[in-house]
C-alpha cells in the first residue's frame, strides 16, 4: 500500500492507494489496522458522516476495497503511546533465517522451538513481529499458529487472497497437517485414531487448559509409530481437526502422553527425559499441504538437530 502524504503532516488528510494485500477486505476491517490506537466507535462515525472516501465516493462499513483503489482518510488525532522497544536484532535474524518458502500469496518458516507464533500473554514478540522487523516494507499476515515449544512448519500470507483462502481450506478439513512427536511408553497399535471431542478452559490464574469431555468440540487425530526407542515411541501425527492443544491432549487421554510436555505430561517420564538431554515438549510441525486456486502447495520441515540428538541417546 502506498501513501501520497507528505510525512511531516502525519495527522492531516491521507490518500493510500490500496495493495493486493488489502483487496476485497472490508473497509472497516481495514481501517482498524491502518488508524491503530483510534477507537472503533470513532472510526464508524468517520464512515457513517462520508468523512472516509474509495475512488472519491463516500464508503460504508461493509464497503470491499480492491486492488489499486484510492482511500481517502480524513485528519484522526491518535492518542500517543509510549514507544515500544523493538525485538533483539539475534531474534530477527534467527526468523529471517528460517524462511523455507516464497511466492506471492505465502511466505513459510520453519519455527524455532521457544518463539511464539505471535505476541501476547507476556510475549513481547512472536514470530510475525519478527518477520515484519527483518521485512519492514512487506505485508505479512498469520494464518494459523503453533505453541511456543513446537518446531516446524508455519505459513504467513502476503496476499488478502492467501489469507482468506488458506484459512477457508483449514474451516473446510481441506488442509493436511502432519507432526511428529515422542509417546512416552507404549502405545499397543502401530496404527489408531483417538477420536475424543475436547473443550477448553481458563484456570483461576488465566492459564488456558484443554480436556476431554462430551461438551467439547469433535476432535480426531490420526496417529502412526514411526519408530521404537526404549520407553518411547516416535510418532507421527496427522490432524483429522485442529484443536487447541490437540495432539497433546489425546496422546495424554490415552495414557502416552508427549515426551517434555509440562502442562499434560507424564511428570516423572518428563525429569528422566530431562537427564538425557530433552529440553522442551517433544513435537515438531513436519508437513502441511493444501490446495489453492489450482496449485499443490507442500511444505516440509526436517526434524531439528535439538530433537534428533534426544533420540540418539536413547537408542
Known amino acids: 500500500m502506498r501513501t501520497a502524504t507528505s510525512p511531516d503532516q502525519p495527522h492531516g488528510v491521507r490518500q493510500l492507494e490500496i495493495g493486493p494485500e488489502r483487496d476485497g477486505q472490508r473497509i472497516d476491517n481495514a481501517l482498524v489496522t491502518l488508524l491503530k490506537g483510534v477507537p472503533k466507535s470513532m472510526i464508524y462515525r468517520l464512515l457513517r458522516t462520508g468523512q472516509v472516501r474509495v475512488n ?6 461493509d464497503t470491499r476495497l480492491a486492488a489499486g483503489d484510492m482511500l481517502r482518510i480524513p485528519p484522526v488525532r491518535v492518542a500517543e503511546r509510549p514507544a515500544e522497544q523493538g525485538p533483539a536484532s539475534g531474534l530477527v535474524a534467527q526468523v529471517a533465517e528460517a524462511v523455507i518458502f516464497e511466492d506471492k500469496h505465502f511466505l513459510v518458516i520453519d519455527k524455532p522451538a521457544g ?55 483449514i474451516r473446510a478439513g481441506q488442509v493436511t497437517k502432519q507432526y511428529l512427536c515422542l509417546m512416552v511408553g507404549h502405545p499397543p497399535k502401530a496404527r489408531f485414531d483417538v477420536n475424543a471431542p475436547l473443550e477448553k478452559s481458563v484456570l483461576q490464574g488465566g492459564e488456558r487448559m484443554v480436556r476431554v469431555s462430551d461438551k467439547g468440540k469433535p476432535s ?23 484443536r487447541t492443544h490437540q495432539i497433546r491432549v489425546h496422546a495424554a487421554h490415552i495414557g502416552h502422553p508427549l515426551a517434555g510436555d509440562p502442562k499434560y505430561g507424564d511428570r516423572e517420564a518428563n525429569k528422566r527425559f ?6 522442551r515438549l517433544f513435537l ?14 507442500a511444505f516440509s520441515a526436517p526434524m531439528p538437530d535439538d530433537l534428533k540428538n534426544f533420540l540418539d541417546t536413547l537408542v
Open 56 to 61: 472519491g465516493k463516500r464508503a460504508k462499513p
Open 115 to 169: 518463539i511464539a507464533s505471535h505476541g501476547g500473554s507476556g510475549v513481547s514478540h512472536g514470530a510475525i513481529e519478527l518477520l515484519r522487523a527483518a521485512r519492514p516494507s512487506e505485508h505479512l499476515e498469520l494464518v494459523h499458529r503453533l505453541d511456543r515449544d513446537t518446531s516446524g512448519v508455519l505459513v504467513f500470507a502476503r496476499t488478502r487472497a492467501g489469507l482468506t483462502g488458506l484459512q477457508a481450506a
Open 220 to 242: 480426531l487425530t490420526f496417529f502412526r509409530e514411526m519408530e521404537q526407542y526404549p520407553g518411547a515411541r516416535l510418532m507421527q501425527a496427522t490432524l483429522g481437526t485442529g
Open 274 to 279: 530431562k537427564a538425557l538431554g530433552l529440553q
Open 284 to 297: 515438531h510441525a513436519s508437513h502441511m499441504g493444501f490446495e489453492l486456486d489450482g496449485r499443490v502447495y
